[in-house]
C-alpha cells in the first residue's frame, strides 16, 4: 500500500490531513491489484475481461507480455487471478516485484537505456514465439514508451537518448513526442502486435494519457498507429528540434516513402487484438472526491484532461478557487477542486529539480490565499525527473519573490524541499496520470491546527 514517507512533516491542520488522504486513495483505487480484482475473473476455463469472455480451452497457452511503470504489479495480479492456467510470460519495468509465472526484466524511465534495450529485445522474441494457438495477455501501462525501446535499424541507443531528451523538454505534447518516437523503433506504433500475430491479443490497459487515446499509452505497441512519418517531420520542425543525423535521416526516408510505414487500421495483424482499460485518471479522481467529499467539502472535479504549460493551468485552478472564496461560484466553500491530466514543463531555465506538478503546486500557491490548499502528485510517485510524486503548498510557503525565481529557474523542486513541501511516495505501483486538489476553507488556515472563520 502506498504511503506518504514525509506526512508528518505536511499534516500541519485537518485540511492538510485531507489533502493527502484524498491523493492516496486515488493512487490507491488505481492500483493493479484493485483494478484487476474487479475487471479480471476466472470461472472453470472461461476468463473475462470486463463484459468479454475468453475461453481457454481453445489455447494451448497463455503468457502476458508488455511493459511500463505499473506492468509487473499488473502481471502479479494476474497471477493472481489465473494461477496455474498461465503459462508465463515477461513484462519490462522500472519498477520491478516479485512474480511466480512472469519474467520480471529491468527498464529505464523517463530516458530508454541499454538494459531496456536487452529486456525488450527479449520480449520482442517472445512475441515472435506465439501461435494461433496462443492467448497474450497485453500489459500496457504507462511509461512503457521509454521502458521498451527497441531502436529501429540504423538508429543507435544514443540517438533515441538524445532525441528523447530533446523531445522532453521542447515542451511537445505526448501525442507529438510519440509520432517522433513510434518511427524510431520496431515496438511501438502497433508493431509489437505484428510480431504477436496470429495470436489472439487481450490487452489490459493503465492509460496515463489524456483521453485515453491508445495509440498514445506507451507508443501504442499494441493498437493501430494514426500517425505517420510526415507527422513525426511536423513535430520536429514545430518544436526545432536539432536531432540526431540518423534519426533525421531515417524520417526523411520515411516521408519520401523509402521505408514501411507502422501498421494502421484494417491491418490483418489486428484481426485478433481488443483492448480493454482497466484504469485511468477518472478510477483516481472519483475516490479521491470521496474522501474530500466524506470530509465535508463540496467537491467539483473539473476535469480528468487538463494539459498545457503546468504553471498555466495552474493560475487557472486557483482562479476558480478564489471565486469560490470570495462569490461561491460555482460551488460554496468549504470546498475541493480536483482534476486530473497531464501537464508539461518547457524549460526555460537551468533546468532544475522538480517536475509538472510540483511546478503546479507553487505557480498556483503564488495565486491562492491563506484560506486555500493546493496538493498535486503524479501517480507513478516520480514527478518529472525528480524523487518526490509532487508537491502540498499553502501561502504559509510562498515567499513571493523566491517563489517566483524558483518557477523562472525551472526549480521548483529545490524551492519546495527546502521548505519541506514536497510529497514523498516513492514508486506507488500505478500510473493513471497527475492528480490535483486545491481544498477551499471558509476562514482562514493557520499553521498546526487551528482554523478561524
Given at each position: 500500500?502506498?504511503?506518504?514517507?514525509?506526512?508528518?512533516?505536511?499534516?500541519?491542520?485537518?485540511?492538510?490531513?485531507?489533502?493527502?488522504?484524498?491523493?492516496?486513495?486515488?493512487?490507491?483505487?488505481?492500483?493493479?491489484?484493485?483494478?484487476?480484482?474487479?475487471?479480471?475473473?476466472?470461472?472453470?476455463?472461461?476468463?473475462?475481461v470486463g463484459e468479454t469472455t475468453y475461453d481457454l480451452a481453445a489455447y494451448s497457452e497463455v503468457v502476458v507480455l508488455g511493459g511500463g511503470n505499473a506492468a509487473s504489479q499488473v502481471a502479479r495480479a494476474l497471477e493472481a487471478v489465473l494461477g496455474d492456467r498461465l503459462d508465463g510470460g515477461l513484462v519490462v519495468t522500472d519498477d520491478p516485484v516479485e512474480t511466480e509465472r512472469v519474467?520480471?526484466?529491468?527498464?529505464?524511465?523517463?530516458?530508454?537505456?541499454?538494459?531496456?534495450v536487452e529486456s525488450t529485445r527479449q520480449l520482442l522474441d517472445r512475441a515472435a514465439a506465439a501461435t494461433e494457438e496462443t492467448l497474450v495477455l497485453g500489459v500496457i501501462t504507462g511509461g512503457g514508451s521509454a521502458l521498451m525501446p527497441a531502436p529501429a535499424a540504423g538508429i543507435e541507443l544514443d540517438d533515441l537518448v538524445e532525441t528523447t531528451d530533446q523531445l522532453l523538454q521542447s515542451?511537445?505534447?505526448?501525442?507529438?513526442?510519440?509520432?517522433?518516437?513510434?518511427?524510431?523503433?520496431?515496438?511501438?506504433?502497433?508493431?509489437?502486435?505484428?510480431?504477436?500475430?496470429?495470436?489472439?491479443?487481450?490487452?489490459?490497459?493503465?492509460?496515463?494519457?489524456?483521453?485515453?487515446?491508445?495509440?498514445?499509452?506507451?507508443?501504442?505497441?499494441?493498437?493501430?498507429?494514426?500517425?505517420?512519418?510526415?507527422?513525426?517531420?511536423?513535430?520536429?520542425?514545430?518544436?526545432?528540434?536539432?536531432?540526431?543525423?540518423?534519426?533525421?535521416?531515417?524520417?526523411?526516408?520515411?516521408?519520401?516513402?523509402?521505408?514501411?510505414?507502422?501498421?494502421?487500421?484494417?491491418?490483418?495483424?489486428?484481426?485478433?487484438?481488443?483492448?480493454?482499460?482497466?484504469?485511468?485518471?477518472?478510477?483516481?479522481?472519483?475516490?479521491?472526491?470521496?474522501?474530500?467529499?466524506?470530509?465535508?467539502?463540496?467537491?467539483?472535479?473539473?476535469?480528468?484532461?487538463?494539459?498545457?504549460?503546468?504553471?498555466?493551468?495552474?493560475?487557472?485552478?486557483?482562479?476558480?478557487?478564489?471565486?469560490?472564496?470570495?462569490?461561491?461560484?460555482?460551488?460554496?466553500?468549504?470546498?475541493?477542486?480536483?482534476?486530473?491530466?497531464?501537464?508539461?514543463?518547457?524549460?526555460?531555465?537551468?533546468?532544475?529539480?522538480?517536475?509538472?506538478?510540483?511546478?503546479?503546486?507553487?505557480?498556483?500557491?503564488?495565486?491562492?490565499?491563506?484560506?486555500?490548499?493546493?496538493?498535486?502528485?503524479?501517480?507513478?510517485?516520480?514527478?518529472?525527473?525528480?524523487?518526490?510524486?509532487?508537491?502540498?503548498?499553502?501561502?504559509?510557503?510562498?515567499?513571493?519573490?523566491?517563489?517566483?525565481?524558483?518557477?523562472?529557474?525551472?526549480?521548483?523542486?529545490?524551492?519546495?524541499?527546502?521548505?519541506?513541501?514536497?510529497?514523498?511516495?516513492?514508486?506507488?505501483?500505478?500510473?493513471?496520470?497527475?492528480?490535483?486538489?486545491?481544498?477551499?476553507?471558509?476562514?482562514?488556515?493557520?499553521?498546526?491546527?487551528?482554523?478561524?472563520?
Amino acid at each position: 500500500m502506498t504511503r506518504i514517507q514525509n506526512r508528518a512533516a505536511l499534516a500541519q491542520s485537518p485540511a492538510h490531513e485531507t489533502v493527502l488522504d484524498a491523493l492516496l486513495a486515488g493512487i490507491e483505487a488505481s492500483d493493479p491489484a484493485t483494478v484487476v480484482e474487479s475487471t479480471v475473473s476466472l470461472d472453470g476455463d472461461q476468463l473475462r475481461v470486463g463484459e468479454t469472455t475468453y475461453d481457454l480451452a481453445a489455447y494451448s497457452e497463455v503468457v502476458v507480455l508488455g511493459g511500463g511503470n505499473a506492468a509487473s504489479q499488473v502481471a502479479r495480479a494476474l497471477e493472481a487471478v489465473l494461477g496455474d492456467r498461465l503459462d508465463g510470460g515477461l513484462v519490462v519495468t522500472d519498477d520491478p516485484v516479485e512474480t511466480e509465472r512472469v519474467t520480471v526484466r529491468p527498464g529505464d524511465h523517463p530516458v530508454p537505456s541499454e538494459r531496456g534495450v536487452e529486456s525488450t529485445r527479449q520480449l520482442l522474441d517472445r512475441a515472435a514465439a506465439a501461435t494461433e494457438e496462443t492467448l497474450v495477455l497485453g500489459v500496457i501501462t504507462g511509461g512503457g514508451s521509454a521502458l521498451m525501446p527497441a531502436p529501429a535499424a540504423g538508429i543507435e541507443l544514443d540517438d533515441l537518448v538524445e532525441t528523447t531528451d530533446q523531445l522532453l523538454q521542447s515542451g511537445a505534447p505526448i501525442q507529438d513526442i510519440n509520432a517522433v518516437r513510434k518511427h524510431l523503433s520496431a515496438i511501438k506504433g502497433g508493431q509489437l502486435a505484428a510480431l504477436a500475430a496470429p495470436a489472439t491479443v487481450v490487452s489490459l490497459v493503465l492509460s496515463d494519457v489524456v483521453g485515453n487515446h491508445l495509440d498514445v499509452i506507451a507508443s501504442g505497441p499494441l493498437v493501430p498507429d494514426p500517425s505517420t512519418f510526415a507527422d513525426a517531420q511536423a513535430v520536429i520542425d514545430r518544436f526545432d528540434l536539432s536531432l540526431p543525423d540518423s534519426v533525421s535521416e531515417r524520417i526523411r526516408a520515411g516521408v519520401a516513402g523509402d521505408l514501411e510505414e507502422t501498421p494502421k487500421l484494417g491491418d490483418p495483424v489486428f484481426e485478433h487484438v481488443s483492448t480493454h482499460v482497466i484504469a485511468d485518471g477518472m478510477t483516481a479522481l472519483t475516490a479521491a472526491a470521496d474522501v474530500t467529499e466524506a470530509a465535508g467539502y463540496d467537491s467539483l472535479v473539473l476535469s480528468s484532461r487538463v494539459e498545457g504549460e503546468a504553471a498555466e493551468a495552474a493560475k487557472t485552478h486557483a482562479a476558480i478557487a478564489n471565486e469560490i472564496r470570495a462569490t461561491g461560484t460555482p460551488i460554496e466553500p468549504p470546498a475541493a477542486i480536483l482534476s486530473g491530466g497531464e501537464t508539461t514543463v518547457t524549460i526555460d531555465g537551468d533546468g532544475g529539480s522538480g517536475g509538472p506538478n510540483q511546478e503546479f503546486a507553487l505557480s498556483a500557491g503564488l495565486s491562492l490565499d491563506d484560506s486555500t490548499i493546493v496538493g498535486a502528485v503524479d501517480s507513478d510517485g516520480i514527478d518529472g525527473a525528480s524523487d518526490a510524486a509532487g508537491a502540498l503548498v499553502d501561502e504559509s510557503v510562498v515567499d513571493r519573490q523566491a517563489a517566483q525565481a524558483a518557477l523562472d529557474a525551472n526549480d521548483t523542486g529545490a524551492y519546495l524541499q527546502a521548505r519541506d513541501r514536497t510529497i514523498l511516495t516513492g514508486q506507488t505501483g500505478t500510473n493513471v496520470n497527475d492528480l490535483r486538489i486545491l481544498l477551499v476553507e471558509e476562514g482562514s488556515l493557520k499553521a498546526g491546527g487551528d482554523e478561524s472563520e
